[in-house]
């Protein structure tokens, strides 16, 4: 009976010393797994989604247009790598092309990079935030930017606003939109006018274009 009791006993411990190792395994695996974790900002999501987005519907679009020129039988003939040979000697002579999604401010390449465009010329475009832009860099280093895939507009219309550092704003139903200080100087705004603004129509946004501004009465 003594020996049965010592068994049990030795049992005991052992699964007792086998708990405690499983449980430090847990501990390691939870700390791997929060080690492993990668935080991307909020609005780096909105913009590939829009980006992703924006790249779907004009694929889609330039294959319907496609499909009435071009048969099956042409399909089978030319092979991805002709039609990779004559695009990338296309590139060669105009010069390098990057699409990617504009910010508010710059275009931002499928690399992450920033392109800086022109404050003019965002400001005459009226450019948003989510709008697909083209940037061919020629052979002489200049850049020529062309607005290849706009997105949905909304119109709102709030009151603008300057702060301390020389920036723009335009408030409207409790919501701030940062606008382009070159929009504001081309319409000769004056904090207190009301502005016209354009935003995307669906989601949020940081930034808004300015289509016209109505001077405040004196």
């Known amino acids: 009976?003594?020996?049965?009791?010592?068994?049990?006993?030795?049992?005991?411990?052992?699964?007792?010393?086998?708990?405690?190792?499983?449980?430090?395994?847990?501990?390691?695996?939870?700390?791997d797994t929060e080690s492993d974790t990668v935080n991307i900002p909020?609005?780096?999501?909105?913009?590939?989604?829009k980006l992703f987005d924006n790249?779907?519907?004009?694929?889609?679009?330039?294959?319907?247009?496609m499909s009435g020129f071009i048969t099956r039988e042409d399909e089978e003939r030319i092979s991805i790598s002709q039609v990779a040979d004559e695009g990338f000697k296309k590139d060669d002579e105009e010069g390098k092309v990057v699409e990617g999604v504009?910010?508010?401010?710059?275009?931002i390449g499928p690399d992450g990079k920033k392109y800086s465009v022109p404050a003019n010329y965002a400001s005459k475009s009226k450019l948003i935030e989510g709008d697909i832009m083209k940037l061919t860099i020629t052979a002489s280093g200049t850049f020529?930017?062309?607005q290849i895939g706009p997105i949905e507009r909304a119109r709102v219309i709030g009151?603008?606003?300057?702060?301390a550092d020389g920036s723009y704003n335009v408030?409207?139903?409790g919501k701030r939109w940062r606008v382009l200080p070159a929009s504001v100087t081309y319409f000769k705004g004056q904090?207190?006018?009301?502005?016209?603004?354009?935003?995307?129509?669906?989601?949020?946004?940081?930034?808004?274009?300015v289509e016209n501004i109505i001077r405040a009465q004196v």
């Open 1 to 31: 009976m003594d020996n049965e009791n010592k068994n049990s006993n030795l049992d005991e411990e052992e699964f007792s010393e086998e708990g405690d190792y499983a449980e430090e395994d847990d501990d390691v695996k939870k700390d």
């Open 42 to 49: 909020k609005s780096k999501v909105i913009l590939m989604k």
């Open 55 to 65: 790249i779907k519907n004009n694929s889609e679009q330039l294959a319907q247009l």
């Open 102 to 107: 504009f910010d508010g401010e710059s275009m």
């Open 144 to 146: 020529v930017y062309k």
């Open 159 to 163: 009151q603008l606003e300057k702060e």
């Open 171 to 173: 408030v409207a139903d």
């Open 191 to 209: 904090p207190g006018d009301e502005v016209v603004i354009l935003v995307p129509k669906v989601g949020e946004s940081r930034w808004a274009a």
